[in-house]
C-alpha cells in the first residue's frame, strides 16, 4: 500500500455524527462558518499566498514576499470591501505574522482604548486607511515583564510644549516590538513620564518614526532588526525592531491622555479611570491568543490524527495490513486529549471573546468593576491554553514518529511560529502570578465578600473544603456535576492552603515570593475549573445535528478526566479523591478513548482546515502521503542536482588521500 487514501475513506464511514453540523458547532454558528469556508477557499486558491516553500526562502527574500502578500492582502480588502472580520479571517488564512498584526491587533486598540476622543479621532482614520502603520514599543533591552521598570524617558518641555523620549541606557533601547524594524512609521513607545523632575508612572505616546515620504527614521532615531529568530520562516516574516530615541520632540498632545493627562502649564492630572486602563491593550490581546490556541492546536491535531491513521505499524500476519498506529492505546491516550482540548480551547475561548466585549462596553461607560476578574480570566487563560497548545504541538511532531521532523510535515513551522506565544504579551509564569493575586485577595475576603464571576463557586467553601467525592464506579464519573464540583474541589482547596500558609509570613509580599511556586499551580487549578466549567456551559446550550452532542460530551469528559488523571496527586493530596476513585476516572477514560476513535478523522475534518492552511503533507484531507512525501523530496532544490555544491572540493580529496594537497 503506497498511500493512505483508502484508510481515509473507510475512516470517514466510521463516524458516527454529522460532520457538517459539527463544523457549524466548531465555527460557532452557522454564518460564522460559510464567513470563514469562503475566505479559507479565496486564500487557498490565490498563488500569492504560496507558503509551501516558506521555510526555505532566506531571510530578506521571506521578508520581501511577506511584504508583498500584505499588499496583495490589503488590495484584496479594498476591492472586494472586505469588513474588518473578513480582513481578520483573511489574516488568519494566510497564516503568516506580519506589521499588519501590530498595527490592527496592538496599535489601533492601544488608541481606541488610551486615546481621549480627539485623539481617536485623528489618528483612528489614518490608521484604518493604513496612511499611518503603528506598532506597540513597550519592551526594553532589560525589562519586559516589569513594566514599570522600563527606563525609556518622557520628559515634558513646557517651553516648547513637548515631550522628549530619550534611551537614557543601553538597557532602555526598546527590543522587540513587531513591524519596527524595518515598516512602521509610528509607534506607541511607552516610557516614563517625567515633569519638573518628577517620575508619574509609566504611560503610552504616539511617536513618528519614520519620514512618511521616503521611509527614513527620523532624526534622533536609530533603528534596526534584532535579528533572526527560532525556526526558518516561522516567525521570521515578522522585522521586530530595536529603536534608540535620542532627545526625539514630540507634541504634547501625542501622550495618550484618557488615563492621566498633562496641562499646557505641565501639571499631571489623573482621572478616574483607573491606571490598569494602560495595560488594557495586553487584556485585549491576550483574549486573542486564546482564541487563536484552539486554531493552532487543532492543526497540529488534525496532521497527526490524520498521519496517524494511514501510519501502519506492527502486527501484520501473513503479509496482511499492519496495524493503524491510531489503533494503539498509547498514541490515543497522547492524542485523544490533545483534540478534546483543542474543542475545550474553542469553546472557553469563545466564552472569553464574549466576557471581553462586555468589559469593553463597561469600561467605555467608565464602569470598571470588572477590570480585575477580566485581567486575570486572560492572564490566567492565555498562560493555560498557550503552554498547553505548544507542548500539544510538539507532542503531535512525536506522535508523526520521524516524518514530523520534516519541515513538509507542516509541524516544525507550526511549532516555531507559536512557541513565542507563552513569552509575548506576558510570560505565562508572571500571567499565573498574576491570578495567584486575585485568588489570594478572593480567598482573604471569603469571610465577608461573596465571591462572583469566575470564582464564585468559592461562595461554597465550607462544602468545597469538607465533602469529598462519592464516586463508586467508572460509570458514575459520566456526570458533569460530578466532574466540576471535583475541580473546584481541589481549586479551592489548593487556594485556601496557599492562604493559610501566606498569613504565617509577617511580610505579605515575602510569602507570596517563597510560595509562588505553589500558587502559580493553584491559579492552574482555578483555570482549569474555567475551561471545564464552559465546556458543560456549552453543552447546556442547543447543539443541533445528529450525534454532535454527544460526540462533544465524550470529548468533554476527555478533557477532564485527562487532566484528573495528568493532575491526580492534586486531587489525592487535597483528599477530595480517593486512590479508588482516581484510578476509575483512568478506566474510564479509555472507555471513553474507544469511543472517540471511529469518529477521529471525522472530528479532526470537523475543523474544516484547508491543505493550504495545513501545509502538510501528513495531514493532507486525501491521505495520499507516501507519494507526496517522495515527491517533495525530489521536488527539493537540494536534489537539483545529483553533485551537490563543495562535492568535488571537499569530499573528493578525502576520498582520493589528496586532502594535504587541496585548497580548502
Ligand atoms: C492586511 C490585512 C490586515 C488585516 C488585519 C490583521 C489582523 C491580525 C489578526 C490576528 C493576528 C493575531 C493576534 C495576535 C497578535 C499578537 C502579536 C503579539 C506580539 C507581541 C506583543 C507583546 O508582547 S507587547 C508587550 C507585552 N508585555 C507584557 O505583557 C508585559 C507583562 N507585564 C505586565 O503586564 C505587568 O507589568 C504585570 C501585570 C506583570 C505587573 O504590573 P505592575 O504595574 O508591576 O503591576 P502590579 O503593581 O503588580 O499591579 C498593579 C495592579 O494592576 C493589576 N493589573 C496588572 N495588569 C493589569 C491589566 N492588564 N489589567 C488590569 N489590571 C492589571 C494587578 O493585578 C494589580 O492589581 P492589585 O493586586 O493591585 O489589585
Ligand atoms: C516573538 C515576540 C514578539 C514580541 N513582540 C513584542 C512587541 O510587539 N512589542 C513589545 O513591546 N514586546 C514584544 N515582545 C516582548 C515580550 O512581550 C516580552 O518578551 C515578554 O513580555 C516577556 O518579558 P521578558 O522578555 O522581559 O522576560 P523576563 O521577564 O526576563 O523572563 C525571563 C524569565 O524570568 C521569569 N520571571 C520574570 N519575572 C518573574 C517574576 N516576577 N516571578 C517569577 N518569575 C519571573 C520568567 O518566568 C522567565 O522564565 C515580543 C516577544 C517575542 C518573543
Redesign the pocket.
Known sequence: MEGGVDYLIDERKKAQFDVEAMKVAWAGSRQAFELSDRIAKLVANDPIFEKFSRPMLGRKELFKNSLRK??H??KL?IDLRLS?EE??L???Y?DE??Y???????FIPAIEGQGTEEQKRKWLPLARK?QVIGS?A??ELGH??????LETTATFDPQTDEFVIHSPTLTSSKW???GTAKVSTHAIVYARLILDGQFHG?HGFIVQLRNLENHTPLPGITVGDIGMKFGNGAYNTMDNGVIRFNHVHIPRNQMLMRVSQVTREGKFVQSDV??????????Y??Q??VA?ASKALSRAVCIATRYSAVRRQFGSRNGGPEIQVIDYKTQQSRLFPLLASAYAFRFVGEWLKWLYTDVKQRLEANDFST??E???C??GLKSLTTSATADGIEECRKLCGGHGYLVSSGIPELFATYV??C?????NV??M??VA??LV?TVSELGYKQPVGTTAYMRRVTALMQSNCAVRTAEEWLNPGVVVEAFEARSTRMAVACGQRLAKFENPEEGFAELSADLVEASLAHCQVIVVSKFVEKLQQEIPGKGVKRLLEVLFYVYALFLLHKHQGDFLATGYLTPKQASLANDQLRILYSKVRPNAIALVDSFNHTDHLLSSILGRYDGNVYPKLYEAAFNDPFNDSDIADGIHQYVQPMLRQELHSAKL
Open positions: 500584505v499588499a492582502a490589503w480588502i474588518e480582513a481578520k483573511l489574516r488568519h494566510i505574522p506580519a499588519t498584526d501590530l498595527q490592527w491587533e496592538m493604513m506597540y513597550q519592551t519586559g515583564s516589569n513594566v514599570q521598570g522587540w516590538p513587531g509609566v483607573p491606571r490598569q486602563l494602560l495595560y488594557g491593550t495586553m487584556v490581546v491576550r486573542k491568543i487563536d477590570l480585575p477580566a485581567h486575570a486572560t492572564a513565542p506565544a513569552t509575548f504579551e506576558g510570560d508572571v500571567m502570578l498574576q493575586r486575585f485577595k
